[in-house]
């Protein structure tokens, strides 16, 4: 099968295309040929070494669509010719989705609903889970204030759609552009705050009556934190996806008077009742029709280095996906 991978740390050069065997289903496991495979940052941060070389070669990518071809021992076979889309498909093994096939575990392979495309599906795994999480986790946000920084991001995007599925009374969002900013809106957004040009904590405390918002869902708990006083309501909880800064200096007299908290998580870690309760909410919406996609580009898998240096980049407004 065409496939990409990389033997080395590096940047985008190190990334290969050419065959490599096509696997086959294991004991529990399926075997999806792939119709897409989603391009996301920790892609590019796991290329470049921030977990190592994990195994001696790597085909990238966790996120991605297709339809099951196979299935191994222990498996339905009445699963054969489901279209499915991939959470996790690289993380903690070697082969991901960056190749015409994967073999992965049945579970890791979710039904994809007729109504949502192949390239949607890439977008799953990683930018919608993420911000489900971000606005399930510590009882949710129906009728509260949601402060979602980066709106116009992968997952920001989905946050700000997910936020008003989810009941929230009121959502604030950061954005960079006026297109961005229209983005955000579009998705449900109240209030789009240019972080660049603004004082968002003024913004924030403006907005909600000089209380912050209940939630953020923040993917800069580095560049925000010693703001966190401001921007959260007593008792608001930031939930902290991203980082800008490999530190985040917290002000403790304030963050302790205001009894604010930051929940940490990483979407590859979700346990599965964690897993389990985003991906029913999250089929649920989409077998619906009630997500918007935001497919910034689609570039053919042999392309894959030029994909992985504009994520890098920042140069899309959206998810990047490539063409298996
Ligand atoms: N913990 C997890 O499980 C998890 C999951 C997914 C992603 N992440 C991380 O979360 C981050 C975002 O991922 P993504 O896929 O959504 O990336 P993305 O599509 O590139 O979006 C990031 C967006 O945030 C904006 N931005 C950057 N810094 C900002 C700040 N301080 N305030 C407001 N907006 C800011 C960027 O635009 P401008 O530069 O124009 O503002 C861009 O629109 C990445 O660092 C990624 O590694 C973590």
């Not at 971000?134 to 992968?154: E, I, K, P, R």
């Amino acid at each position: 099968m065409k496939a990409i991978w990389y033997d080395k740390n590096g940047d985008s050069s190190v990334l290969q295309y050419g065959d490599l065997p096509t696997p086959n289903p294991g004991v529990g496991e399926v075997l999806v040929r792939l119709a897409t495979s989603g391009v996301n940052p920790s892609d590019w941060k796991s290329r470049r070494g921030s977990r190592g070389m994990p195994f001696p070669r790597v085909t990238p990518h966790s996120d991605g669509a297709g339809t099951i071809e196979a299935v191994g021992e222990g498996v339905d076979r009445a699963r054969i010719g489901q279209r499915v889309w991939i959470w996790n498909g690289q993380w903690k093994r070697p082969f991901g989705t960056a190749a015409e096939y994967i073999a992965l575990p049945a579970i890791q392979a979710v039904p994809l609903p007729a109504i949502t495309s192949f390239e949607a599906g890439a977008c799953l795994g990683i930018p919608a889970l993420t911000a489900l999480h971000a606005l399930l986790t510590d009882g949710g946000v129906a009728g509260q204030s949601v402060l979602v920084t980066g709106g116009a991001g992968a997952v920001g995007h989905y946050a700000v759609q997910f936020a008003r599925l989810l009941g929230a009374s009121r959502i604030l969002t950061t954005i960079s552009s006026e297109a961005k900013a229209a983005h955000a809106l579009n998705a449900g957004a109240d209030l789009a705050i240019n972080y660049r040009s603004e004082d968002v904590a003024e913004r924030v405390l403006a907005a909600t009556g000089g209380q912050g918002v209940d939630r953020m869902v923040d993917l800069d708990v580095g560049g925000h934190a010693k703001l966190l006083p401001q921007l959260l309501a007593p008792g608001g909880l930031c939930a902290a996806y991203g980082s800008n800064t490999p530190e985040a200096g917290f002000v403790f007299g304030p963050s302790i008077v205001r009894g604010i908290a930051v929940r940490f998580f990483i979407v590859y870690e979700l346990n599965a009742a964690q897993r389990a309760t985003a991906i029913g909410a999250l089929d649920t919406w989409l077998r619906a029709g009630l997500v918007q996609h935001a497919i910034a580009a689609r570039v053919p898998l042999a392309e894959c280095r030029a994909a992985h240096d504009a994520v890098e980049a920042g140069r899309y407004m959206g998810n990047l996906v490539l063409d298996c």
